[in-house]
């Protein structure tokens, strides 16, 4: 079974431009969680998706959104950006419910850089 | 609110020493705990969990036990090798989010 797949890898930006990010969870999971890493903040919970509905959110200013589609993939946008959005954004799958709802599988990340 | 402290790193070790990372946690009742590794240049990886007081989650070697006296979910490994070098995050689950520790990096050394 394929993995949580990112895209892209990685991107290069410039302060005050937006950045669309993609995440493809493994399949049957209906569930993605977003998270920011940076070295000086670690791992920040961003928002989760469950069948296309935000269930939770982190805190985060609104210049960061997010969706899910029909089929589970999820985006996430980042508007305005500013030099301090460089950070490996992570996006994480699970089934969403029952008892393994809480066990979330992670992509490799995309590293954004703002310039 | 819940919260996760690990022991700061970075923690050096040589090959087949015995490692333990400590994690101890606070929460309203009763999280899963979770030990991920990240890889250089990679994203999170499971490395084990536990979902109920007193589990052991257990996987390559690396063991855990969910203690709730004393709030801990301490990860140890009986003889690390090179290629456990990696940084170390300890986890408890929230509402519908993962709460992460600052995380733990181990060097191990031949």
């Known amino acids: 079974k394929a993995g949580v797949t990112q895209t892209p890898r990685y991107l290069i930006k410039t302060r005050g431009q937006q950045v669309t990010l993609s995440c493809s969870p493994i399949s049957g999971h209906r569930s993605v969680s977003w998270y920011q890493q940076t070295p000086g903040q670690g791992l920040q919970f961003l928002f989760e998706y469950f069948s296309e509905t935000q269930r939770n959110k982190g805190n985060f200013p609104g210049r960061f959104s997010g969706r899910q589609f029909s089929n589970s993939r999820s985006e996430m946008n980042v508007s305005t950006l500013e030099l301090g959005d460089s950070a490996l954004y992570l996006c994480a799958s699970s089934v969403g419910q029952g008892g393994d709802k809480n066990i979330q599988y992670f992509g490799a990340g995309t590293r954004l850089s703002v310039l | 609110g819940d919260s996760v402290t690990q022991m700061e790193g970075p923690v050096t070790l040589s090959e087949e020493a015995f490692l333990t990372i400590n994690c101890t946690y606070t929460?309203?009742?009763?999280?899963?705990l979770f030990w991920y590794v990240q890889y250089p240049g990679e994203g999170l990886q499971l490395l084990l969990k536990a979902t109920k007081a007193d589990d052991k989650g257990s996987n390559k070697g690396f063991e855990a036990t969910y203690r709730k006296e004393t709030t801990s979910f301490h990860l140890e490994k009986g003889s690390v090798q090179v290629s456990d070098s990696a940084v170390y995050f300890c986890a408890l689950s929230g509402y519908n989010k993962l709460i992460f520790g600052a995380g733990t990096r181990l060097a191990v050394h031949p």
């Open positions: 929460a309203t009742g009763y999280p899963s």
